[in-house]
């Protein structure tokens, strides 16, 4: 049975570093893009990017190039989404998400809130 | 980017009644080559991640109820609850894959009881 498990709820304040993590399982990590969607408080989902793991191909939403990295470690079949400085708008749910190759999410993570406060 | 437009915002159904919403995208995701709309929907539950019900516009996933359809081609989309049930009630989203990714998602639709 495939499975994301994410990393637990930070709370940071504005400035700080963070990286969130989502470990994929069931299935072959490789043969799937796997990739991260924001959802800020009580608003809809909005794509933030996704990468190809066998080459790290990623691909950003122009909205979030250059604020965060999407990065993986195929050897623990793990996907990670980092912040090098926090702002209080980047309070939110994240969710990791699987796309088939040709195909659409399928599955999702439980999600990780990040709050951001000072 | 294509623009998802979901309408209502939100509806209110009675038990066992019809709910439909709609769809529609700012360019055709429908692709010649596979004769293919690269279009699914969501529904998600308060407090929980969205879960898959439709994709190929009109594909069921494995698991869920026969009560959701997915119809639609080329730019104007609907999912149909045909008698909707309590556990219905949650936010249902429309996201095309057509394009180069990241893609897109429409606003939401919040399903309620009447």
């Known amino acids: 049975e495939v499975h994301l498990v994410q990393s637990g709820a930070e709370v940071k304040k504005p400035g700080e570093s963070l990286k969130i993590s989502c470990k994929a399982s069931?299935?072959?990590?490789?043969?799937?893009?796997i990739g991260w969607v924001r959802q800020m408080p009580a608003k809809g989902l909005e794509w933030m990017g996704i990468?190809?793991?066998?080459?790290?191909?990623?691909r950003y939403s122009p909205s979030f190039r250059g604020h965060v990295t999407i990065s993986a470690d195929n050897s623990v079949s793990t996907a990670y989404l980092q912040w090098s400085s926090l702002k209080a708008s980047d309070t939110a749910m994240y969710y990791c998400v699987r796309r088939e190759v040709a195909g659409t999410v399928d599955y999702w993570g439980q999600g990780t809130l990040v709050t951001v406060s000072s | 980017d294509i623009v998802m437009t979901q309408s209502p915002d939100s509806l209110a159904v009675s038990l066992g009644e019809r709910a439909t919403i709609n769809c529609k995208s700012s360019?055709?995701?429908?692709?010649?080559?596979?004769?293919?709309?690269?279009l699914s929907w969501y529904q998600q539950k308060a407090g929980q991640a969205p879960k898959l019900l439709i994709y190929?516009?009109?594909t069921r996933e494995s698991g869920v109820p026969d009560r959701f359809s997915g119809s639609g081609s080329g730019t104007d989309f609907t999912l149909t609850i045909s008698s909707l049930q309590a556990e219905d009630v949650a936010v249902y989203y429309c996201?095309?894959?057509?394009?180069?990714?990241?893609?897109?998602f429409g606003q939401g639709t919040k399903v309620e009881i009447k």
């Open positions: 069931g299935y072959s990590f490789t043969r799937y893009w």
């Open positions: 190929w516009a009109s």
């Open positions: 996201h095309q894959y057509y394009t180069t990714p990241p893609w897109t």
């Open positions: 990468m190809w793991p066998v080459d790290s191909d990623v």
């Open positions: 360019q055709s995701v429908l692709d010649s080559s596979d004769n293919k709309n690269y």
